[in-house]
């Protein structure tokens, strides 16, 4: 079965240092997302992609976060410079994002996800 | 605001139903009624969505009241396995995806 896929597993940095995170979206999807995780509360969206084009970033701190999909396929989440406040759970997801009725529901796929300790 | 309130926590015995609710009063007509869960250290997973109709699928059933305000999640036999957060979510379709706290739910012997 296909899965998204994401790396590092575990991430350990000490603030101000750059920390970057990988995820490969299930072939063919063509709409990718990158969510933040704080420990006891639900996913929060960072970005969405649909294939290179950012669709949604409205709650991604750009002073500090950048994220890209240039082919429209893998994606890079950067974070310089960390800070005590970024350690999360950072998850990556996909989702065919085609027009039709995959629209209606666009269910959503989750990779493992990247824990980020920043000491 | 939050679009819907579920219990902070529920138990459940292994081999039984797990009934898990979740209110959204102030649904809109285009709006679906979605769960995921996340078990502990994995990405959430989709378990279902509906609009109007209850549904049911190889993980799950779903019913939605009449009147739309209200759902419920039925795992009609919950093992040690299903215990995970549960996130009820309400949405147009395509849209993204607001997680709220969801409900713990523990399956026990």
């Known amino acids: 079965e296909a899965e998204v896929a994401q790396s590092p597993r575990y991430k350990i940095t000490e603030k101000s240092q750059a920390v970057a995170f990988w995820c490969d979206p299930i072939?063919?999807?063509?709409?990718l997302y990158w969510y933040r995780q704080i420990l006891g509360q639900g996913p929060e969206l960072l970005v969405q992609?649909?294939?290179?084009?950012?669709?949604?970033d409205s709650q991604l701190p750009k002073d500090r976060f950048s994220a890209e999909r240039l082919k429209g396929v893998d994606s890079t989440l950067k974070i310089q410079p960390a800070e005590l406040g970024d350690s999360a759970m950072y998850l990556c997801?996909?989702?065919?994002?085609?027009?039709?009725?995959?629209?209606?529901?666009?269910?959503?796929?989750f990779g493992p996800g990247t824990r980020l300790t920043v000491l | 605001d939050a679009k819907t309130t579920q219990p902070p926590s529920m138990d459940c015995a292994e081999g039984r139903a797990a009934n898990l609710p979740c209110n959204h009063s102030?649904?809109?007509?285009?709006?679906?009624v979605y769960w995921y869960r996340q078990i502990h250290s994995q990405g959430p997973q989709y378990i279902i969505h509906?609009?109007?109709n209850n549904e049911t699928n190889e993980m799950a059933s779903l019913i939605i009241t009449e009147d739309r305000k209200s759902s419920t999640l039925i795992l009609p036999h919950a093992t040690l396995r299903d215990t995970a957060v549960y996130y009820c979510?309400?949405?147009?379709?395509?849209?993204?995806?607001?997680f709220g706290t969801g409900t713990q739910l523990k399956v026990e012997l």
């Open positions: 997801a996909s989702s065919p994002g085609t027009g039709g009725d995959l629209v209606l529901y666009n269910e959503q796929f």
């Open positions: 072939s063919g999807h063509a709409t």
């Open positions: 992609f649909q294939d290179e084009s950012v669709v949604d």
């Open positions: 102030t649904i809109s007509g285009n709006e679906y």
């Open positions: 509906g609009l109007k």
């Open positions: 979510i309400v949405r147009p379709g395509g849209s993204k995806l607001t």
